[in-house]
Structure formats: structure tokens, C-alpha cells
């Protein structure tokens, strides 16, 4: 399996511009996580779909920011209008029994709004 | 909640030192515990795990083992090189969520 795809691996943008993150989890994997990592804060959750479903979105920061996942294979994060402090490396992860195995995640998005 | 806490700051030492990174955990059930790490650039690769009381998880020199009794799970590696400069987080499992609770993370610098 190739692992969990991330793209784009970067992306500079201008403040109020949108921006949208792309993630393909393994295959066969039911659930899935998107992560924000800061220097300040760390890595934060921001939302996880559990069989495509989005089961908690608290720690999405802002309206600004909205997650999807219309099937098995593919999920978005949005951000929009974006801002300087969204800089981020955002990192999309997958599992499929947590508890056994873990998550595997991906590369991430270095994002950087200007 | 569960959680697991690391000790503060970064880690720096020289080559072929031993090291060790302390985690301990605070949960209400039996969680399975993890160890993972992000070199520079990547994203976190699981490093070792183990899921019951007293089980030992190892992996590329590093070892950690499940202990009930003092609700920690400290890693460990004998002799580090340069290349296990990383970052270090543990995680644990959150009750039948199928979600895990990381860590801050610790910063291990090696210098050769």
C-alpha cells in the first residue's frame, strides 16, 4: 500500500485566499484525522470521520475551516477566507482499529499564507 | 480523560549515550500504549506499541514496556547515533472511540 496521500506537499497562498488540503487514507481504513502542527501549539485534532461520517469537528478552530469526506477514499480540509496564523503543517491520518494498530499518517501540507 | 503526559523540554546527548524518554498515562480502562517519531520534515511513523500490562515493545533499539503499576510507559535506547534526532511522542488508545490522545512530544537532539 502506497500509505496515506497527502497533497499538496506545500502551499503558499495570500491571506484571504482559499485554500484546500487533500488526503487518501489507506485502503480499508474506517476512520480518519485531520491534524494541525505549530511550534506554539503542538499537534492539535482539529476533526475524525469515523466510516466517512464526521463524528467530532471541536477542535476546528473556525467557521473558517470545514472538513468533508464523500467517500471511503478521499477527504478535503478547507480553509477560507485563509490568514496568516493558519500556517500550519496539517497532517491527515487513518486507522482502522486504533486500539490494535494505531494511526498511520501521511507526509502533511506545509502551509504557509502570506 | 485519558492522557499521557511527556517530561518537559528537549533532550540533547552525545552519540552512544542512553536514553530515555518518560511518558505516563492516565486512563480509565486498559489502553494500548504507543510510541511514535517524526524526524525532521515527516510526518509520525509508529515507532513500537504494546497493548496489555507487562507486554515490551521494541523496535530499532528502542524498547518500551507497559507498566500497570506505576501507569507508565518510558522509551528507551541503549546507544543513540545522529540519525534518531527526532521528535518523540507517546499516545495512547481513548476507551472505544478508535481515536488516540498524543503527547506534547520531546525533542531529542544527538550530537555526534
Known amino acids: 500500500d502506497a500509505g496515506v496521500i497527502q497533497s499538496p506537499r506545500h502551499e503558499v497562498t495570500e491571506m484571504g485566499q482559499e485554500v484546500t488540503l487533500r488526503c487518501k487514507p489507506i485502503s480499508g481504513h474506517n476512520s480518519l484525522f485531520w491534524y494541525r502542527q505549530t511550534m506554539m501549539r503542538g499537534l492539535e485534532l482539529l476533526i475524525y470521520f469515523n466510516n466517512n461520517v464526521p463524528i467530532d469537528d471541536s477542535g476546528m478552530p473556525e467557521d473558517r475551516f470545514s472538513a468533508k469526506m464523500p467517500n471511503a477514499s478521499f477527504s478535503t480540509l478547507k480553509i477560507q477566507p485563509s490568514e496568516p496564523r493558519d500556517s500550519a503543517v496539517y497532517f491527515c491520518?487513518?486507522?482502522?482499529?486504533?486500539?490494535?494498530?494505531?494511526?498511520?499518517f501521511g507526509s502533511g501540507t506545509r502551509l504557509t499564507v502570506v | 480523560g485519558d492522557s499521557v503526559t511527556q517530561m518537559e523540554g528537549p533532550v540533547t546527548l552525545s552519540e552512544e549515550a542512553f536514553l530515555t524518554i518518560n511518558c505516563t498515562y492516565t486512563a480509565t480502562g486498559y489502553p494500548s500504549l504507543f510510541w511514535y517519531v517524526q524526524y525532521p520534515g515527516e510526518g509520525l511513523q509508529l515507532l513500537l506499541k504494546?497493548?496489555?500490562?507487562?507486554d515490551k515493545g521494541s523496535n530499532k533499539g528502542f524498547e518500551a514496556t507497559y507498566r500497570k503499576e506505576t501507569t507508565s510507559f518510558h522509551l528507551e535506547k541503549g546507544s543513540v547515533q545522529v540519525s534518531d534526532s527526532a521528535v518523540y511522542f507517546c499516545?495512547?488508545?481513548?476507551?472505544?472511540?478508535?481515536?488516540?490522545?498524543f503527547g506534547k512530544g520531546n525533542q531529542v537532539v544527538v550530537i555526534p
Open positions: 504494546a497493548t496489555k500490562a507487562d
Open positions: 499516545a495512547l488508545s481513548v476507551g472505544g472511540n478508535n481515536r488516540l490522545a
Open positions: 491520518a487513518s486507522s482502522l482499529g486504533a486500539f490494535k494498530d494505531g494511526y498511520t
